[in-house]
């Protein structure tokens, strides 16, 4: 008897997460001693320095279970938002609360969950290995929301619609008023999940943040992260403003301690630095604008962002080598970005927005891979 057919076929059929490259993969492989990394939309600047302290500092606390439910970083979160700290869900990354979303909201084999393709692999991830159907349809070619074929995509099984704004890999990013339109247009039992993991890095967030439309659109929710403008992406810690009946049910299904103790202590110290946040997208926005320009020069096709990556098609008049080949030819160079074949998309790259210094060495190496 075969035991891979003593699992469940969800288990055997899956297809694991394909994630950036990590700096000690390529440093062995290539036997470089200086490697960027721009694959996984990290924060430039690192991690606060108020966080770190308060990591050192609560370290001795770590034998400790933490409180159940994590009341403090809650109250916290809530405060910075302005919501009621009921709706607000904290977990081991927002891929946890997506991951709770798609267990708890549709049923199996009787209710779907629809989103754009490409999105974000975690979507179709967790849907799959809950069991729930996963419907997409496509985005436009200019990466743009077609919401009226989004909205025949759905029916009255629809228990969940995730749309990210601004969208990982594109950057592509629309309005709070357009996602309220698009929520108010919604089958009735549908949820609609705004990932606004980046929205921080917006020009002008407060267009785009859906937080205080919530009262008016029971039938929203939001995803946050700490992982990218808070410089906390291996801490792991994201949460969820949901509605209140369903955070209470979510609460209760949770693993519990999912968030560990200093996970919850460095959440609330990176609310509390808002020097650090607001250095970080002054980074981010200036290297945004700048790499937009120098990749367009290069004769990049490049995406407009309001994220903290540019999405580009590498042209095909300076290089003989299609956007595998020149991901390669970077990590030879010792710098990491990332392939978008996993999202469906072959012939297009993703960089991260580094510091001044690496978008230099960026910039350097992609010159030379033209050139050379
Ligand atoms: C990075 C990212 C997240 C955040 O994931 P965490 O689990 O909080 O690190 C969520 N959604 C999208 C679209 C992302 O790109």
Redesign the pocket.
Same mark, same amino acid.
């Given at each position: 008897m075969n035991p891979l057919y003593e699992v469940r076929p969800e288990a055997r059929e899956f297809d694991a997460y394909v994630p950036g490259l990590s700096i000690d993969e390529i440093r062995q492989k290539y036997g470089l001693a200086n490697i960027v990394k721009l694959a996984? @939309?990290e924060n430039p600047l690192g991690i606060s320095p108020i966080v770190e302290k308060v990591l050192r500092d609560r370290a001795t606390e770590a034998f400790r279970y933490p409180r159940w439910g994590n009341p403090e970083l809650n109250a916290r979160i809530a405060a910075h938002l302005g919501v009621p700290a009921e709706q607000i869900l904290a !977990? @081991? !990354?927002?891929?946890? $609360? $997506?991951d709770l979303l798609v267990r708890i909201k549709p049923r199996p084999g009787i209710d779907n969950v629809v989103a754009f393709r490409p999105?974000?692999s975690?979507y179709e991830l967790c849907s799959r290995m809950a069991g729930v159907e996963f419907r997409q349809t496509p985005l436009r070619a200019d990466f743009s929301f077609p919401f009226d074929d989004l909205i025949d995509t759905c029916d009255q099984n629809t228990a969940l619609v995730f749309v *990210?704004s601004p969208? @990982?890999p594109s950057g592509f990013t629309v309005t709070a008023d357009e996602l309220c339109d698009l929520a108010e247009r919604l089958p009735e039992r549908a949820l609609l999940v705004v990932?606004q993991?980046?929205v921080d890095f917006a020009d002008e967030p407060a267009r785009h943040d859906m937080i205080p439309r919530l009262p008016l659109h029971p039938n929203v929710a939001v995803?946050r *992260?700490?992982?990218?403008a808070y410089g906390l992406?291996g801490i792991?810690? !994201?949460y969820g403003v949901l509605p209140l009946w369903l955070a209470e049910i979510m609460r209760a299904c949770q693993i519990p301690f999912s968030v560990n103790i200093l996970a919850a202590h460095a959440g609330i110290a990176a609310l509390g630095d808002r020097v650090f946040v607001q250095e970080t997208l002054r980074v981010v926005r200036d290297g945004r604008a700048r790499l937009t320009r120098e990749l367009t020069a290069l004769g990049c096709e490049v995406a407009p962002s309001q994220a903290n990556f540019l999405m580009f098609r590498p042209p095909a008049a300076r290089t003989e080598l299609d956007a595998r080949g020149v991901f390669e030819a970077l990590l030879e160079r010792g710098v990491i970005i990332r392939p978008l074949a996993s999202y469906g998309m072959p012939d297009l790259l993703r960089v991260s927005i580094g510091t001044h210094k690496e978008n230099d060495i960026f910039l350097r190496a992609l010159k030379d891979v033209f050139h050379g």
């Open positions: 996984s @939309n !977990g @081991n !990354g927002s891929d946890e $609360i $997506i999105s974000f975690m *990210t969208d @990982n990932d993991a980046y995803l *992260t700490f992982s990218k992406a792991r810690l !994201g």
